[in-house]
């Protein structure tokens, strides 16, 4: 297949673009920034504010995956911006040009707008797409992790030191890189349509305090999880902003969303079992992950 990628220089998309280059299908990918040569890439310079680029990217391919999207943003326009009205654009170019196929990735997030600006962002997207192109597939991944991740470099790196500081009590789904890149493909390739809830299929997801322990594991120590009240978290982050900026991880519309006691996947949303089901168990993945983190001299 010729596969349409946005987002493909980011976490997610390197390695679906690594992943679908193995499957033998021939990738075209949007980027904003000159990217080196890569055999069996072809590189469209652009972004999801430039409709030429868009409609370049999508023209002969046989399925888009949108992966781009703003994770964070110091205000409502800036995620309005990456997953409201960016997303519109990708999916009116891949209508405008009739690709056959469009995946749309998505957050779990999205589940409940009302906590987070950045889920009503999600939830709008979504909603974005499914008006331009009924039969696409929309995923929300969980907390996503693996080898390239930086978001939660910073969490293995206070298990190394013994305490994990985490949101207040609650359950949460996750899924390793690799196997939500493995279904965006088998997505693209299929004719599966709706949304869809992917994780490891741990039951029941994790526990903060049991996710913790398996971070010291996977580091090789004995840690001390500690709760934080919702009210601390919000504070913590509002003290993060004020002293980072734009470079602070914890914001206030993150540690909104944290707070929320139930990011488990739902088990009726997950794909079906013919098309997809996750290769890599979350102990062994986070293990892996660590290790990479080594060899990279981030831990």
């Given at each position: 297949m010729i596969l349409a990628i946005t987002g493909g220089t980011g976490f997610v998309g390197k390695r679906l673009i690594d992943r679908a280059l193995v499957a033998?299908?021939?990738?075209?990918?949007?980027?904003?920034?000159?990217?080196?040569?890569?055999?069996?890439?072809?590189?469209?310079?652009?972004?999801?504010?430039?409709?030429?680029?868009?409609?370049?990217?999508?023209?002969g391919a046989e399925a888009v995956v949108h992966v781009a999207g703003v994770v964070n943003a110091p205000d409502k326009a800036g995620f309005v911006a990456g997953n409201v009205t960016g997303t519109q654009a990708v999916a009116a170019a891949a209508k405008a040009v009739g690709v056959p196929r469009f995946v749309h990735v998505s957050s779990l997030s999205a589940r409940e707008p009302a906590l987070s600006t950045y889920g009503w962002s999600k939830a709008e997207g979504e909603a974005a797409v499914l008006a331009a192109i009924p039969g696409a597939a929309v995923v929300?991944?969980?907390?996503?992790?693996?080898?390239?991740?930086?978001?939660?470099?910073?969490?293995?790196?206070?298990?190394?030191?013994?305490?994990?500081?985490l949101p207040p009590p609650g359950r949460f789904s996750t899924i390793h890189v690799d196997d939500l890149a493995d279904l965006l493909l088998a997505l693209a390739a299929n004719d599966?349509?709706?949304?869809?809830?992917?994780?490891?299929?741990?039951?029941?997801?994790?526990?903060?305090?049991?996710?913790?322990?398996?971070?010291?594991?996977?580091?090789?120590?004995?840690?001390?999880?500690?709760?934080?009240?919702?009210?601390?978290?919000?504070?913590?982050?509002?003290?993060?902003r004020a002293v980072q900026g734009d470079r602070a991880k914890l914001t206030p519309d993150r540690a909104a969303y944290f707070s929320h006691p139930d990011w488990v996947v739902r088990a009726d949303r997950r794909p079906p079992p013919a098309l997809w089901r996750p290769a890599i168990a979350t102990e062994p993945g986070l293990a892996a992950t660590a290790e990479w983190y080594r060899a990279a001299g981030l831990l």
């Open positions: 033998g299908h021939r990738v075209r990918a949007l980027t904003r920034r000159p990217q080196a040569a890569r055999e069996g890439v072809e590189w469209i310079a652009g972004a999801l504010d430039t409709p030429d680029a868009l409609r370049d990217l999508a023209t929300r991944p969980p907390a996503i992790y693996g080898p390239g991740d930086m978001e939660m470099l910073e969490l293995f790196r206070l298990a190394r030191k013994g305490v994990v500081p599966a349509c709706g949304m869809f809830e992917a994780d490891d299929e741990a039951p029941m997801g994790w526990s903060h305090v049991d996710f913790a322990r398996a971070l010291g594991r996977a580091v090789g120590r004995r840690v001390v999880p500690i709760s934080t009240p919702r009210a601390l978290l919000m504070l913590s982050a509002r003290i993060a």
